[in-house]
């Protein structure tokens, strides 16, 4: 009986061992010449899109096939990175895989689970660097491997009322956070209770977007100071920032600010009031924040009469020609190991990725930046109100998206773990706690 | 001479017997064999790589598992914070929160005992939030215990504190429970069917003796269904400890992520809702760590084992069975 069990045992184990690595995919060429003749085909590609921005998107592919008659796309919506994982894994990838964000793009590269786009490019001639700006190009690759290519983008930037600015007889957006600070403290009011009736700024890193704020692009913060070394205990950038908000908030908001905004964020309905049109800054009692560049449309979308205008996010005192910059990064697009059709797939991706007219169809009907040099300069996109900040910002050479490491998004989750400890008053020595989300961090890198 | 051809017909038989009980196993190993394939397939096999992956280094993608000893049992015991806070969370719910929604629904099957007209009605009403689903549920809780939400408005015009639910850490597992109480259906069917089926005879012999009813049912009602309390607690439990679908809603619906950076915190309000299965969640799907996660699912494994073998050994100091049978 022993033996069975160990003989079990040990197939199992072989069977687990064998069943954990994969295969690969050599890069072929469609010829799309008009003389040339081609089989059917059908691209199964994968999308997080739902609703009716899948809609939107499906108009874009379907302008790919008229243009190559011969590929059929059948496209599927609501899928997320672990569905794409899964799907490598199981020999069952799509032909192209699109993610709404950057995050886990290096572990798609270093594992292997996405094909590298090099062979592809180089076989078409092409150099995607005249094509799309560097900072896109840094969080769609990593250490070298380009296995994706960003599909728009967002931008941050502020958002001001600008009759609450007249009223404060401000007359111009901050560019300093100091500058920041000095505003809100002019644009905050206060009901006779003692809550906030408009708030001038909430910088909680929970707030709608205030998060982008905290992760380095407005202060110069760097995340690593090596590879798989954190910087937050090293980098007195990170210091000054939570030391920066927690002043700002005593002294916009007084010595029980924290539990005013958090107050306050109730009134309006809680976090997902962002995403309604119960929001703060819609219904007029918000007079600046950092948002992207889709809020434009959402302002629209939910008939608010909000008289606003949009600039770059300020940047920390002393930091020179940073400002203007700031965070962006949206969807990137692969093709996943075991593509039964990386060809084909490939010219989908190129179309998606470089071609001036399906970017700027896309980014004009789903109200994101476009991600190539030509699109950027959409007539279009130019015209809409408010929108050319945020074209500006993703054109920042400066401008970019947080480092990209082989443990995804956890460093993001540990730091946000941090920052709710801290604004909550949790962390009585800050260079300790910067210390102990570092050493976090870094022993993450261990369980790889 | 009996006994010479008695010899070779007694194995003759035997043989024949041994052939037929052959035959019979086979046959029924055949009509079982979907299930044992499915069973070794997708319940054995995962089960034993898991195991050999908690003591490897695996990305759970393309890379080949490295073998790594004992590191992350190590690891998870000596260096991961988040490992003790999700598991104190953890605790939290199955010590405070399972025997509140016990109660619960003891309470409610008890009430649903007395009203003479529309007992129907009653049932169907209180068993309904049981087939909402679970994400809907944490969605419609988060907007009802909001700062503001409706529910602290009553709250308010009553002149009750009003506590901030999904942003006080001190009062976010409390709002868990709540939602777990409105959802207690199950249990209270399970209840309801065992408080009818008490003898009447018991009652009105106690009623006889002059038992208050408070006495009848410590005395009377308790130990007659408490097989069925046992069983919700070793469910309850099991439950307890697996906690995450409400939770992993709730936190990421009151933590207030950005559309395009991951900062958010997890179990916001303050780790306060980072229960055991969510960290295990985010260590294999996030951060690529399934052989860090499949260490702490065995770890799990082991608690509910023993937190479930521990209410056995108690249940025969205070489960009645009525027949004697266990």
Redesign the interface.
Known sequence: MKRTIIGV?GI??L???CT???GSSAVSAVDTGSGATHSPVTLNVWSFYSGHEFAQYQAVLSDFQAKYPWISIKHTPGKSD?DY?RA??SNTAPDLAIS??P?NVA?FCS???YQDLNPFLQQDGMDVTTIIPPQALRYTSYQGDQCTLPVLS?A?GIYYNKDMFAAAHITSPPKTLSELETDAKKLTTFNPDGSIKVAGCDPL????????L??GGYSQGQWYSAPQKSAFGTDPSWAKLLTWQKNFITDVYGPDGYAKL??Y???L????S?WSSSHGFETGQLAMMMD?E?RTAFITTDKSNVNYETAPFPVMDGITGLYGAG?I??DVIGIP?GAPHPAEAWLLLKYLATDTGAEEKLAETLGNVPTTYESLKDPKLLATPHFKTFLDIFANPKSGF?PLT?????D??L???F???WE?G?VPDLQQGLNGVAQ?ID??F??? | MAVVTGTPRAAERERLRRRRARRKALTVTAFMSPWIVGFLWFYIYPMFASLFFSFTKYDGIRQTPQWAGLFNYKFMFTKDPFFWKSLGNTFWIVIIGVPLQITFALLVAWALTRPRRGRGVYRTLYFVPTMVPAVAAALAFLFLLNGHGPFNTILHFFHIPTPDWWQDPAWSKPGLVLLGMWGVGEAMIIFLAALLDVPQHLYEAADIEGATGRQKFRRITIPMISPVIFFSAVIGVIYGFQYFTEAYVIGAGSGGAGANTASSALGSPNGSTLFYTIWLYQQAFEAFHFGYASAMAWVLFVIVMACTVALIKTSNRWVFYQGGFR
């Open positions: 045992l199992a184990m069977a687990v061992a954990a690595g994969g672990t994982l490598v894994n709404p964000g995050d572990k594992s292997g689970a967002d941050y890193n929970g707030f709608y977007e205030s998060t982008a905290y992760n958090r107050d964020l109730s009134t309905g809680g976090p997902n962002e992207g889709w965070q990064g949206g190991t947080k082989v443990i995804g998004d956890t993001s989750t730091w946000g773990n920052l709710s400890d909550a949790k976090q022993q993450q261990q369980l790889g």
